[in-house]
């Protein structure tokens, strides 16, 4: 264990976390120059987003798990370091499939997170854990904030391979501080049986759900490609299940993540997921579309990722709130930031013609992800055994990212379906009305908890 007056630890892995969500938001602002500068279809150089995805997704919950048993300060470098030679790729890449393969490297940020949750649990004095966990987990939002206007910036006044330089010496000054900073943990937890069966068919029914998912709105979400992935993934999902319940050191213990704190954590991660990214592909679009279309802002590339940096100050917000609280209230926390999110969704689709109202929607997005997103993990954090963090809250960052997939489906199949004013219309409608559901759904929750209390 680290010694109790050691300063650097939860600073590491702060930076480590943030490095990390800084370069899963590359991609979205890129995609036309992308697809002009390699000769592919937008609808090809979609792709860089979609690989990503796949990648964080299946590859998050086999790292969690790893990071439960021993060397997990090595499993943490050993995805810098693939995330660093994924970053150079893109940044040196001739031709659009190698830029493919480093967007796939790449696409180990999303299981960094949950990897230094475990080292802050492990490490850090008890009272100060539930304070790190909920810092840590609102770094994506952090992350999104900063890594868009940078985006913006670097593409504008150079090109889009400065942005991916740019994220290759960020890294790998993390890959650095984490080398100096952090304590091996080779004494630390059980050495258990790595479920190797679980993990191939979790990867092949997130991947095959993902796919079908993302690729629906332009395959047809009749055709039989489409149709084909979501059978293929209910068929593994169904298979994993099975495994799991009967292992005897599953990949995620479903017993545990039945528990009711930690089954409201996962639900509540899927649902904000899909109306956060909803709202926030949705607001990316008004911000650069031409005011003649109608709902468009006309801002140039170089401002268009300003946008997002409310959604950054807000999530410290509403992190500073959750870590002023305490753990008494961190149950309370997620109708309380659930209330802000459906919120700003409400109040993009009733308004969003101007700057600042979509401005303003952002920073209340910011503010309730970062209190539902610090309480979700923490919650879940506090409600399994040590050994089994990593997989419990790399589990719930799965199904934000699922969620998050979700959301952004729904809105590309209604902008296809619906394209102008009306599909953006429609599409933050259907945002606004998952978030109300959510929130709606916990407020009756706590009622009913504090009666049966």
Request: glycine letters at 10%; charged letters at 10%; proline letters at 4%.
């Amino acid at each position: 264990m680290i010694a109790p007056t050691s300063p650097r630890l939860l600073p590491t892995l702060i930076y480590a976390a943030m490095t990390t969500s800084i370069v899963s938001s590359l991609g979205m602002l890129l995609v036309p120059s992308i697809a002009d500068d390699m000769g592919v279809s937008v609808g090809s150089a979609q792709w860089m987003l979609t690989v990503n995805l796949l990648v964080g997704a299946v590859s998050t919950p086999i790292v969690g798990r790893l990071s439960d048993g021993h060397h997990t300060r090595r499993i943490l470098l050993i995805a810098l370091g693939l995330i660093l030679l994924g970053s150079i790729v893109c940044a040196l890449a001739p031709t659009f499939n190698l830029f493919l393969v480093g967007r796939a490297l790449q696409g180990l940020s999303y299981a960094t997170v949950p990897v230094t949750i475990v080292l802050a649990r492990r490490h850090l004095r008890p009272e100060q854990v539930d304070s790190a966990i909920s810092t840590l987990s609102v770094t994506v939002a952090t992350g999104l904030g900063v890594g868009y206007p940078l985006t913006g910036v670097l593409a504008s006044l150079l090109d889009y391979r400065a942005a991916f330089w740019f994220a290759a010496v960020f890294v790998a000054s993390a890959l650095l501080i984490v080398w100096q900073s952090v304590p091996s943990t080779t004494n630390e937890g059980p050495r258990r049986q790595f479920d190797f069966i679980g993990a191939a068919l979790l990867g092949v029914g997130l991947a095959t759900l993902l796919t079908g998912v993302s690729q629906g709105s332009s395959w047809g979400w009749t055709a039989e490609g489409t149709i084909g992935m979501f059978v293929a993934s209910a068929a593994a999902l169904t298979g994993w299940a099975t495994v799991e319940v009967r292992s005897p050191d599953p990949l995620i213990d479903l017993r545990v993540i039945r528990t009711p704190e930690v089954l409201l954590a996962n639900a509540t991660a899927i649902g904000l997921g899909a109306t956060l990214y909803m709202s926030l592909s949705i607001a990316s679009i008004i911000a650069q579309a031409p005011a003649a279309t109608g709902y468009g802002i006309g801002l140039a590339l170089f401002w268009a990722g300003f946008v997002m940096l409310p959604l950054s100050a807000g999530s410290l917000i509403g992190n500073r709130l959750v870590r002023r609280l305490g753990a008494a209230r961190m149950t309370a926390m997620l109708p309380s930031g659930a209330s802000l999110m459906a919120a700003a969704a409400v109040m993009l689709w009733l308004t969003s013609d101007l700057l600042w109202q979509v401005l303003l929607g952002m920073a209340l997005f910011g503010i309730g992800m970062g209190a539902a997103y610090a309480a979700m993990p923490a919650l879940v954090a506090r409600n399994v055994a040590t050994t089994q963090v990593g997989s419990a809250v790399s589990f719930n960052q799965v199904l934000r990212t699922v969620g998050g997939a979700i959301g952004s489906a729904v809105a590309g199949a209604v902008l296809v379906a619906h394209p102008g004013p009306e599909g953006i219309d429609v599409a933050l409608g259907v945002a606004a009305v998952g978030g109300t559901v959510v929130f709606v759904t916990l407020l009756a929750n706590q009622i009913r908890t504090r009666r049966t209390r």
